[in-house]
């Protein structure tokens, strides 16, 4: 008896006069190294992995079994070492679903995103909602008649649940971050709106992001569209552009 020799860490030997020990299976571990042999006599020795563990070496390798690896931050694991062939492959660590994190190896579970900010499956960490989107329930892109430029404290929104404001007046917003002025010569009395209107024949607007055109004054003509009115007499209203 004295020249039967303990089992190594990772391996146990269940039977009587083994001339060799068998390799721990996967999802399993033995670290006794080499102690007693009370700690590798039958294979409930082999340990299983704890919650947020694998071990995938299927019994090919008694030095892969000394220990359990970790999964990696964006997945998890949470059975608590209850059933092998829940820690025998790396398939077991879970991909945590967009919009929840892990940020460190053996996560046990995901943590949800704070409001306002975004991530994609199997994400250790969360980004700031992107400008043109909406991030306060699900990431969706903002719809026509709004925008968000990314800088929500300027919007006078909640910096932590970021989302699309209405189009101003004097604005027209087709959508995303668009937030564009009406040019000289058109305005936008209505907010939420996606294009500008050109000043009426009779009217003018010199100024971007205006809300009303102006009543051309007398003594001058204002086509549709003008910037500036027109003194009547003048060389424009005669002679061909260029």
């Known amino acids: 008896e004295s020249d039967c020799t303990v089992c190594e860490a990772g391996s146990y030997a269940d039977q009587q006069g083994s001339g060799s020990c068998k390799v721990c299976p996967a999802g399993t571990m033995n670290n006794d190294m080499a102690t007693t042999a009370n700690e590798?006599?039958?294979?409930e020795d082999c340990s299983i992995c704890g919650e947020g563990k694998y071990n995938a070496d299927n019994g090919i390798s008694a030095s892969e079994h000394t220990s359990c690896s970790f999964c990696e931050p964006g997945k998890y694991l949470e059975d608590d070492g209850e059933t092998r062939t829940k820690h025998d492959t790396t398939t077991d660590c879970m991909?945590?679903?967009?919009?929840?994190f892990s940020d460190h190896e053996g996560a046990i579970a995901c943590e949800e995103c704070p409001d306002g900010k975004i991530s994609p499956a199997a994400s250790s960490a969360c980004s700031v909602c992107p400008p043109g989107y909406d991030c306060s329930a699900a990431t969706t892109a903002c719809p026509a008649g709004e925008y968000s430029n990314g800088d929500t404290k300027d919007l006078g929104v909640d910096p932590d649940m970021p989302s699309c404001v209405a189009c101003e007046a004097g604005y027209r917003c087709p959508g995303g971050t668009d937030h564009i002025e009406?040019?000289?010569?058109?305005y936008q009395s209505q907010p939420s709106k996606t294009n500008c209107t050109a000043c009426d024949a009779g009217k003018y607007q010199e100024y971007p992001g205006q809300e009303t055109c102006l009543e051309?004054?007398?003594?001058y003509f204002c086509p549709e569209s003008t910037t500036n009115p027109i003194v009547c007499g003048s060389n424009a209203l005669f002679c061909p552009a260029g």
């Open 40 to 43: 590798h006599d039958e294979l």
């Open 95 to 100: 991909q945590c679903n967009a919009g929840r």
């Open 182 to 186: 009406c040019l000289p010569g058109s």
């Open 216 to 219: 051309c004054p007398a003594g």
